[in-house]
């Protein structure tokens, strides 16, 4: 009998899980839980969409951040393919990290 494939709702959980092993190196929250993470869709043909932001956009290790997060989600199994956007717009705030996050960080 042939595994089955992974749902839908089984590869985004998936995909959030490995976002939470990715950190801004200055930072220690994940880009999840820093609420860098705006949009993760995932089409009929099993492709991830990623929009991300930066806390800021002279962010020195942003290429990084980018590849980095590429290269996990593409690795998630029942992911053909991975697109990571980077994005500003809406900007990055604290108002954005969830409630973990604030605690981590003592604010």
């Not at 020195?60 to 393919?81: C, N, Q, T």
């Not at 969830?98 to 604010?107: Q, T, V």
């Amino acid at each position: 009998m042939e595994p089955s494939s992974p749902s839908h709702d089984e590869i985004r959980q998936h995909i959030i899980e490995v976002l939470h092993s990715v950190y801004d190196p200055e930072i220690p929250v994940s880009i999840y839980e820093l609420g860098l993470v705006y949009e993760i869709d995932l089409d009929d043909e099993q492709r991830a969409r990623i929009r991300m932001t930066l806390t800021a956009p002279g962010c020195p290790v942003a290429g990084y951040l980018v590849e980095e997060v590429h290269r996990k989600i593409a690795s998630v199994p029942g992911v053909a393919d991975a697109d990571v956007e980077l994005v500003w717009d809406p900007p990055w705030n604290q108002s954005m990290m969830s409630e973990a996050a604030r605690l981590a960080l003592g604010f």
